[in-house]
């Protein structure tokens, strides 16, 4: 048992990219073609993460010429260069699966405001917390 964690281990990435479901990323994957290789770029929203450890996989949907295109990639695989993320997605379900029947403007995910905190942490901006922003930043 332990030889398979170990093995697994080897497998893993030291640092995976930082993304969640919702967001809309650019996966750089690479294409090996006879003897060359490069690197194609796919960007689509994220609308599902599936499984745990070495076997983790994210589903990428996009629109290519009004078909709807969804392709699924291991985490860790070594053909992965780089996740970039395009636009964080504010969203409230872990699988985006009703983004399929939409069309249009209806396929849209409301985008995440991020407001930097004093020590660089990330603190997404609330209805609350942005009227608080906004009142504090008039009394200066």
């Not at 060359?36 to 983790?56: C, P």
């Not at 392709?71 to 379900?93: D, N």
């Not at 985006?96 to 930097?116: D, F, Q, T, V």
């Not at 609350?128 to 906004?134: C, E, H, L, M, Q």
């Amino acid at each position: 048992m332990n030889e398979i964690k170990a093995i697994e281990a080897d497998q893993m990435k030291k640092e995976p990219d930082k993304f969640k479901v919702g967001d809309t990323v650019k996966v750089h994957f690479k294409i090996i073609e006879g003897k060359t290789e490069r690197v194609q770029v796919y960007e689509g929203l994220v609308i599902a993460m599936k499984n745990s450890k070495v076997g983790k996989t994210f589903t990428v949907r996009k629109i290519s010429y009004g078909v709807g295109v969804e392709r699924v990639f291991p985490l860790h695989s070594p053909r992965i260069v780089k996740v970039e993320v395009v636009r964080p997605g504010k969203v409230r379900r872990a699988k985006l699966y009703y983004i399929r029947e939409k069309i249009g403007k209806g396929a849209k995910i409301k985008e995440l405001i991020i407001k930097k905190g004093s020590k660089g942490a990330h603190v997404p901006v609330t209805g609350a917390t942005a009227a608080a922003v906004g009142s504090t930043a008039d009394a200066e």
